[in-house]
């Protein structure tokens, strides 16, 4: 609600499970719906290992419908997890010769075939209730959900395999490595390869694609202490994850003149139509409504930002 109030356009969430946090996105997406008017609400990413896709279809269009067609739901592998092999918990397991990106990849093409809303299911010729001619689909429906699903890419050939099927694109604060080049070449790069690959499908609709950014002006001294100690403007930082190469994102973090220059610089968020803020919620509403507050007082302006 106080994204809202303050201008912000959207709201995503996180889902990690077996983290101490909400994991399941759905009644938070439908409650957040009930309460607001206007914003897009989000996730980032919801991890297709632990997805039943026809169940994850019914959750999604009942939260679609409540929120009044505004949810922008953001999809993919998923990250790296707080146990191991989290998903067989939740009885998935890779088919084989299949790994479990595979398998991730797998639920999400059944998520989206099934969110057409086309009938796949032979009715019972005795129901309890009365069914509508044909064959049935998962319920409620909500049409025009299909084109608002995102996939979050952390590779070239994921964004894409995501234009390819229709998806609107994700590209977070990291990526694996493929070039050695600074996080938003490597991304700019990954949005042209989207677009490219999105035109020759020959999609009819416009797609979206967004970067995520660690943004914090620096206007008191609350700022100053949660956040001056990244003023010197570090680069990013390479690392491993799941044995492979990836390059992290830096963070922002200084006065706004001179956040207004350094974010002119950053090709992706230029590439990009849309940006989502990572906010630290550990620090609560208020401090993280005031840090929402900053960007779109002092920064956005100044670089066209809506």
Known sequence: MAAEELGADGAYFRVHHFAQQLASPFPLLAAIGARTSRIEIGTAVIDMRYENPLYMVEDAGAADLIAGGRLQLGISRGSPEQVIDGFKYFGYDPGEGETDADMARRHAEMFLEALKGEGFA???????????????RPEPHSPGLRERIWWGAASDATAVWAAQLGMNMQSSTLKWDESGEPLHVQQRTQIEKFLAAWKEAG?????RTSVSRSIFPLVNDQDWQYFGHERSGGGDTVGWLDDRQAVFGRTYSAEPELLIKQLTQDSAIEAADTLLLTIPNQLGVDYNAHVIESIVKYVAPELGWR
Request: net charge positive.
């Open 122 to 136: 032979q009715p019972n010729p005795r129901p309890m209730f009365p069914n509508p001619p044909g064959l049935l």
């Open 203 to 207: 999609h009819e609709r416009t797609p």
